[in-house]
């Protein structure tokens, strides 16, 4: 259950961006949310999220601070400093348990993936320091 929580989460998470088109907007994200399981894709800029982890959905309809609570500018800081010490943790399996940080985060601090893809990833980091006791 945990292998699937990083084939989620993290990721595809975010990207396979194997187009560099730094701050585009798009409007078009598909999201899915289904068992658990939430997808959002943005194919112009070629990522996918995808977040599987039972209980993340009930997190973040009970717990989590409402969207736009936030401001862009402080998600993305936050994003990029926990997706630092996430990938931190992920190179080093015999430090950290290797079944909570599978795999890196591609995630690109001069791509602007607008506020949704922000906001989950952010929830998504704090329910995992929550859930299973870390601090990123």
Known sequence: MKKL?????????????????PNV?????????????????????EYEVIIIDPGFTTWLNSVARPRNFYSL????NKNYLFVTE???RALQPQRYDPNLYEM?????????YGYEVNYLLYNYFMYFQRKYNQKL
């Open 25 to 45: 907007v798009n409007t078009e994200i598909t999201k899915i949310v289904q068992n658990d399981t939430i997808r959002i894709a943005n194919d112009t800029l």
């Open 5 to 21: 929580l990083f084939i989620l989460c993290v990721l595809a998470i975010l990207l396979s961006c194997t187009s560099k088109k």
């Open 73 to 76: 500018p402080f998600l993305e």
């Open 86 to 88: 996430w990938n931190i």
């Open 104 to 112: 890196r985060i591609d995630y690109d601090s001069n791509i602007h």
